[in-house]
């Protein structure tokens, strides 16, 4: 492995680099770059056996570096423009960023057309897998873990809007992305949509692109990215950790298949304890419990204003600070705008709710219209128009 920086730059065969990698790279520093040679001894050429995942974008392995590092490799399709951009995106956010709930990028390779990025391995898969993926996978959540992973995801997040610089919004916070260590603490990964926000913008306009079931609905018709887009998304979070369900269940009968609906109508029932994960069998606080449920629902009010930030949320979340419940309005739901139309290219029309029959290990369409992908992609990935249509 080389510790380098990229303006230093090793020089690699520029008739087989990617293009403008090393421009977008330019501002990047200190990037580990592994030869494709250590990365392939690490995973015993990358064998089956040591295949871990397979996301969007390729396919993982465990493997161990020369350092002694166990480390999960991850190599991207060398088809796809999409996995070219978010590769890059995932470097210039997360190198040199350390947090305890988020996932370390240890470094990448780019040699000839292979890009492949090395981060440290989280033993305990994600929660998308894990705690929404049926009862297979052996790890018992019980109330305090899920108390630990709820205030661990927000710290994380927190730390991206607020303290790093800078400051950062993921726009893909979903269960998928929360991978879990030996101890089940968090860890926040995929930065490939990720944005950096200049110093006193307040939002930055892009095309829409994130997780169907997550999405929020201002950024879904506008494309203004602001903080409050991941603070939605987390808001959903919250409520599927604690109720052990994905946002959207097509099972449960149709008053129930969409968790932010069904938790407001409980919510004004009075009856938000019905919610919570009943593997739990009542071995939980059940204050505590629809608290959390509370502030699910006060991440996803309608008004993006409303929503705390995610430092206010942290403190809700840790019982340092109280928030008022009669302040607390209806959500953005996904019933309230129906008509919102997603264009998919050249297909027909897709509702935002119906994407498309793919679906990814967390039940959820993907949504990013930057660019199309490989025909091999496992993710629902299409070229999509936003558009708003309120006339029926
Ligand atoms: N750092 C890691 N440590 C251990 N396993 C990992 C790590 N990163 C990814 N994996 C495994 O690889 C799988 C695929 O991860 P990847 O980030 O490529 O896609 P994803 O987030 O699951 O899906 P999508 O690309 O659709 O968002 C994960 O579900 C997980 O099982």
């Known amino acids: 492995m080389t510790c380098l920086s990229f303006l230093c730059g090793r020089k690699v065969d520029p008739t087989t680099r990617p293009s403008g990698f090393q421009d977008e790279l330019s501002g990047v520093h ?10 392939r001894l690490a995973t015993d050429d990358f064998s089956p056996e040591n295949k871990v995942g397979e996301g969007g974008f390729g396919c993982v392995y465990k493997g161990k570096l020369k350092n002694g590092q166990v480390a999960a490799i991850k190599v991207l399709s060398s088809h796809s423009r999409q996995g070219i951009r978010e590769f890059l995106t995932e470097i210039q956010v997360i190198t040199d ?8 990028l240890y470094g990448c390779c780019v040699e000839g057309n292979h890009r492949i990025l090395v981060y440290n391995y989280l033993e305990n898969n994600s929660l998308a897998r894990t705690l929404l ?10 109330w305090p873990t899920r108390v630990k992973i709820c205030i661990g995801i927000a710290s994380g997040l927190a730390y991206l809007h607020k303290e790093v610089r800078p400051h950062i919004i993921h726009r893909d916070i979903k269960a998928s992305n929360i991978l879990l260590d030996k101890d089940l603490t968090p860890k926040i990964s995929d930065f490939g949509l990720a944005k950096l926000i200049p110093p006193n913008v307040t939002h930055v306009s892009t095309r829409v692109a994130g997780t169907v079931g997550y999405l929020a609905p201002e950024y879904a018709i506008t494309g203004q990215v602001t903080r409050r887009v991941d603070i939605y998304s987390f808001g959903i979070l919250l409520i599927e950790i604690v109720s052990g369900r994905s946002n959207n269940n097509t099972r449960l009968p149709m008053d129930e298949q969409y968790i932010l609906e069904r938790t407001w109508q409980l919510y004004e ?10 593997t739990l069998n009542g071995d939980f606080d059940a204050e505590q419990a629809c608290r959390f449920l509370k502030i699910g629902l006060l991440c996803t009010q309608d008004s993006p204003m409303l929503r705390p930030s995610m430092s206010t949320v942290v403190e809700i979340l840790s ?33 935002l709710y ?18 199309s992908t490989s025909p091999s992609s496992s993710r629902a990935t299409m070229t999509f128009t936003a558009i708003c249509d309120r006339s029926g």
């Not at 960023?97 to 370390?104: F, G, M, R, S, T």
């Not at 679906?359 to 959820?364: A, K, R, Y």
């Open 133 to 142: 993926g049926g009862s297979q996978s052996g790890i018992y959540f019980n």
């Open 319 to 351: 019982g340092k600070k109280d928030f008022d419940e009669s302040t607390i309005t209806k959500p953005g739901l996904i019933t309230d705008f129906r008509d919102l139309k997603i264009k998919s290219n050249p297909k027909p029309q897709h509702h």
């Open 354 to 371: 119906h994407t498309s029959s793919n679906q990814n290990s967390s039940g959820s369409d993907t949504l990013d219209n930057m660019t």
């Open 269 to 278: 029932r009075n009856e938000l304890v019905l919610l919570v994960d009943a």
């Open 30 to 39: 200190n990037v580990n770059l592994y030869s494709y040679r250590e990365l």
């Open 97 to 104: 960023i350390e947090h305890e709930n988020l996932v370390k």
